[in-house]
């Protein structure tokens, strides 16, 4: 289970959104690139200036606005004629760079593990390749759980919450580093079991 299964539901909300960027000429590779460089210099400038917990709120308010612009960035794509081989590449690589951006700040947060967070980051690339790797293996793109980006952009916009309202840092988040750790290695067993699997049925009824 995971939360991109709520995606459709999101993404009718979004529509109307989608459809008037589509009518003023927006593509869905403007939207993917503008996310990226937003969430890019987010990081980087959390990263940059002394740890102040009021600055972590900008993340989970980010993180909310960023689900969107995938979400319309996919129906951009898909529903109004905009799917290109570059959109493609931008959509699986701005993520993880953008992800990686995203989740780096809280390597400066008091009590952090900076190893353990480096491994979510690490894992949480190795997974979305997992998941995009299925294409080539004869499945479609799998978004499995439980902890996807979906699910992972929850987890670290909640703990930008609780930083950014004074709940104080320390140790602890080096379990939640743990917990992620685990949930994202069972991810990545998912993805490739399931894209094998995926992939055995269609040759065998193709």
Known sequence: MSIYALKPRFQAL???????????????????VTACVISVALGAGL?????????????????????????????????????????????????????AALYLPFAFVPGSGVWLLSAVIALSIVSEMAGAVAVMAGASRRYDGPMGKSDRAFVFGLL?????????????????????????????????RNGLAEARRRRETG
């Open 14 to 32: 979004l529509r109307p959104v989608a459809e008037r960027l589509a009518r003023s000429g927006v593509t869905a590779n403007q939207v993917t």
């Open 47 to 99: 990263a940059a200036v002394p740890y102040d917990p009021a600055l972590f709120l900008l993340l989970p308010a980010w993180f909310l606005l960023r689900m969107a612009a995938n979400a319309i960035d996919g129906m951009l794509a898909r529903e109004f004629g905009q799917k290109t081989a570059l959109g493609a590449y931008l959509n699986e690589l701005t993520d993880v760079v953008s992800d």
């Open 160 to 192: 930008g919450l609780l930083i950014g309202i004074g709940v104080p840092a320390g140790a602890w988040l080096n379990w939640v580093w743990a917990a992620v750790v685990l949930l994202i290695v069972v991810t990545i067993v998912n993805r490739v």
